[in-house]
């Protein structure tokens, strides 16, 4: 389901567009930020033409924050065999020093859960406790899950640590219907902050990122959604860990304790990173459908963070050998 779309890129007339459309949502649903008001901004910031010097102001550019690119493909053999798309993407800089087929729609896989870690974070609290409910337990004999049994109470940041090392899917729908109520609601929030990001190629049907025609992403979205999550010192904690122990409570008011490794090769220490970069965590997604992903954050030679991405990759290995390509022209300078 992989298909081009528009090239495009974030600027001052898109944030417009988002803010007059409201993308059908009420201001108290979503707050986009740095929202551009209807009726005093097309003259105030020189969209149309106004003899009032005094109101031509810099406006704060939605994307200020962004690694913009208006191709989808950049760089030296922007191409692979073995992945469907990539990008590397300069925090620092703010540029998008690589990019292979950035905006084609993917399946996301779990990398879908950097997403829902953030809702969580953004609107959930730490220390609450929820009930792993049957259709957050009742997981596919072959799905990735954290063995959550139906009436286990947990902390969502318990739940967390499933979520992001375990790539638990039933610690997804655990957290989605501890926030939102349902699964439906939560990937209504989903699309909501999603579009909210400006990730307007995106589209969430669950939590967890099981395959569905409805849910896709690209690597540019899911690059502006990596890049909001690991502003949040909590996620980055949550995504730096190899090895946690939970210690809950199951239906039965018994003790219960499990120990979650993560699922990053680079933190097992059983793939190694080019010479002048330091990972810092990232998310892994692998269904047949998508194929091999993985969202990472790293760090250059010359204390530049990078976000890299690679989106179905044929195979594992080849997932962290096309990876360790695409960050060793970046490694910076010491």
């Keep these: 389901m992989n298909y081009t779309n528009k090239k495009r890129s974030l600027c001052i007339l898109s944030a417009l567009l988002l803010a007059l459309t409201g993308c059908g949502q009420t201001s108290a649903e979503v707050t986009f930020p740095n929202a551009y008001h209807i009726y005093d901004t097309s003259k105030r910031y020189g969209l149309v033409a106004s003899d009032d010097s005094s109101l031509q102001e810099t406006a704060p550019y939605f994307a200020a924050d962004y690694c913009v690119s208006d191709s989808e493909n950049v760089g030296e053999s922007a191409s692979s065999y073995v992945a469907g798309a990539s990008g590397v993407f300069n925090l620092a800089t703010k540029e998008a020093v690589y990019a292979q087929n950035i905006y084609h729609r993917m399946y996301p896989a779990s990398t879908t859960k950097i997403l829902t870690a953030l ?53 997804a729908v655990a957290i989605a219907e501890g926030i939102s109520g349902s699964v439906e609601d939560f990937a209504a929030l989903m699309n909501e902050e999603a579009r909210a990001m400006g990730a307007l190629d995106s589209h969430f049907v669950n ?36 090895e946690y122990t939970a210690d809950y409570i199951d239906g039965a008011g018994m003790p219960v304790q499990q120990v979650w490794n993560t699922t990053n090769k680079y933190l097992l220490g059983t793939e190694a990173a080019p010479s002048g970069i330091t990972v810092i965590g990232g998310k892994t997604g692998t269904t047949n459908a998508a194929g091999y992903c993985l969202a990472l954050l790293s760090e250059n030679a010359a204390g530049e963070r990078l976000i890299s991405i690679v989106m179905k990759a044929d195979c594992r290995n080849n997932l962290y050998y096309y990876m360790n390509e695409l960050l060793r022209g970046f490694g910076g300078q010491p």
Excluded: W
Aim: one cysteine or more; proline letters at 2%.
């Design 119 to 171: 809702l969580a974070l953004k609107y959930g609290e730490l220390d609450a406790v929820y009930t792993v409910s049957h259709r957050a337990a009742d997981q596919a004999s072959d799905s990735s899950v954290c063995n959550l049994k139906e009436g286990d109470q947990m902390t969502l940041k318990q739940l967390l640590y499933g979520l992001l090392m375990q790539s638990g899917n039933d610690a």
């Design 207 to 242: 939590p967890e990122g099981l395959p569905d025609e409805d849910h896709y992403t690209t690597v540019y979205d899911l690059y502006l959604i990596f890049q909001t999550a690991v502003k949040d010192e909590r996620f980055l904690e949550l995504i730096q860990t190899e």
